[in-house]
């Protein structure tokens, strides 16, 4: 079975600074997908981030990024130029491949809030 | 990617009452899958519902306190049943969307039993 460990309850950043939220995951899995997602006060999940186990390459999507370190089952999410918006609970989701319809383990979040 | 209309947003019931939540989606999708976030918690996967099949749950939750239908590939409802307050929680309703894609999700239903 799949873990995924994010170690920061709470983090708290400036508006336009930058901020980095841990994630680390166990698997025997060598196909597999990672996710961050974010929740804010509106319940809504939103996909942020996805990275693809078998990509080197670090996803990117404007100002959100990952750091992938796959030997170290780490997935970070850094987040440049903070924005009040970007308060939220994040969670980091793991995704076994080989199947369609595989299920979705969750970290057990992030409360990020920007200060302006 | 699909869009998923989930009702009620929210709800306050009585203890031992049953609430009944819906979500609609708006392409045909093989499975569902029902989550429960407690306060302040992470997600849990309650059960995954396939069309023309009992749903299967994850361990600690059963049939009886949450049963499921899935009449068609586009629908799917969960019921929490006898509530009590322990059962008060967001619960969202999820599609796959594709590996690569990870899941959609439903807007939750915060539920609160008093």
């Known amino acids: 079975a799949q873990t995924v460990t994010q170690s920061q309850p709470e983090m708290s950043v400036q508006e336009a600074e930058t901020v980095t939220l841990s994630c680390t995951y166990d698997t025997s899995e060598n196909n597999y997908y990672l996710f961050w997602y974010k929740q804010p006060p509106s319940r809504q999940m939103i996909l942020v981030i996805r990275?693809?186990?078998?990509?080197?390459q670090n996803a990117t999507e404007n100002r959100f990024s990952v750091n992938f370190q796959k030997a170290a089952k780490s997935f970070s999410l850094k987040i440049s130029d903070s924005q009040l918006g970007d308060t939220a609970m994040y969670f980091c989701?793991?995704?076994?491949?080989?199947?369609?319809?595989?299920?979705?383990?969750f970290g057990q979040g992030t409360i990020l809030t920007v200060h302006p | 990617s699909a869009v998923i209309s989930q009702k009620p947003s929210r709800d306050i019931c009585q203890r031992g009452t049953s609430l009944t939540i819906q979500c609609q989606v708006d392409s045909q999708v093989t499975m569902m899958f029902w989550y429960r976030q407690q306060p302040g918690q992470s997600l849990t996967l309650i059960a995954t519902?396939?069309?023309?099949?009992?749903?299967?749950?994850e361990s600690g939750f059963v049939i009886d306190k949450f049963p499921i239908s899935r009449p068609n590939l586009t629908f799917s409802t969960l019921t929490v049943s006898n509530m009590s307050p322990e059962d008060s929680s967001i619960y969202l309703c999820?599609?796959?969307?594709?590996?690569?894609?990870?899941?959609?999700f439903g807007s939750g239903t915060r539920l609160t039993v008093v």
């Open positions: 990275q693809e186990a078998y990509k080197q």
């Open positions: 999820s599609v796959n969307r594709g590996n690569n894609y990870g899941y959609t």
């Open positions: 989701a793991f995704l076994p491949g080989g199947t369609s319809y595989g299920k979705l383990t």
């Open positions: 519902a396939n069309q023309g099949s009992e749903a299967t749950y």
